[in-house]
């Protein structure tokens, strides 16, 4: 897919903040934090903690975890260009795909078995005796079941990119995606688990909303509308000057 990295960096983020917000992430965000940082939870609802005590062990796990998701796009990418050469036949099977993913991402709140909120305390505690490095590439490792509707649409999407480090960009992004509101919560936590607490309270409505995007994003991958909405993207940010993407 040619340029195709502009529009869909823009969609890679937005899911990536979906699967952050997800009942099996969200609730854990609190413990991963405490647990990387050596704080306990009263303590960082209280605020007495040094900021740069809790922020470094955040960014590192969120390092961590990034660099697993961005080997797995670009995995994804270097498969997928050995099926390149059916024509636009892998931009259909990804769009199919996504599509599908769209749909069971739709289902999920009506399935309770995909709804659950997970609380495995052990993986946490083990994440936490082996640094914010090891508990990055943990989370990466255990989370991918997990989070595998929105993930998998976004490698599905890198499978088509013409270059690995495209597909590399698109799993930074998602991976961005998860590490900006958990950063947040690492600054602002009080402030972050209010607002955790409306996400959970309108999970049903953001859901609804992922959804549509996953299968819309599906759909224009499919029709190849997607490739015509990133060359129009490109033209415009040749435009302006800041095509950033241009000679990945």
Not at 31 to 43: N, P, R
Not at 94 to 99: D, F, L, S, T, Y
Not at 191 to 219: E, K, Q
Not at 235 to 243: A, F, K, P, R, S
Request: overall charge neutral; hydrophobic content about 50%; aromatic content about 10%.
């Amino acid at each position: 897919m040619t340029g195709g990295v502009d529009t869909t960096v823009i969609a890679a983020f937005a899911v990536g903040f979906i699967s952050f917000i997800s009942p099996c992430v969200l609730p854990l965000v609190p413990g991963y934090l405490s647990a990387v940082s050596g704080y306990s939870l009263a303590d960082m609802k209280s605020g007495d903690r040094g900021l740069a005590k809790i922020l470094v062990p955040a960014l590192v796990f969120c390092l961590s975890f990034t660099t697993v998701f961005v080997a797995l796009g670009m995995t994804a990418t270097g498969l997928g260009s050995t099926l390149q050469g059916a024509g636009g036949t892998l931009d259909k099977i990804a769009g199919a795909v996504i599509i599908a993913l769209g749909v069971f991402f739709l289902l999920t709140p009506f399935i309770p078995r995909l709804n659950k909120e997970w609380r495995p305390d052990a993986l946490i505690s083990r994440a936490g005796s082996g640094g914010p490095l090891i508990a990055g590439a943990a989370f990466a490792v255990a989370w991918t079941p997990c989070v595998g509707p929105t993930l998998g649409s976004i490698l599905s999407a890198a499978a088509t990119q013409d270059t690995v480090g495209q597909g590399g960009i698109l799993l930074a992004f998602y991976s961005l995606g998860l590490a900006v509101p958990f950063l947040l919560t690492a600054v602002a936590f009080t402030r972050a688990t209010s607002a955790f607490r409306w996400l959970r309270d309108h999970y049903l409505i953001i859901t609804a909303i992922s959804g549509v995007i996953l299968i819309t994003m599906g759909l224009m991958l499919f029709t190849g509308e997607l490739e015509q909405l990133n060359i129009k993207a490109q033209e415009w940010l040749d435009d302006l000057g800041v095509n950033f993407f241009k000679s990945v």
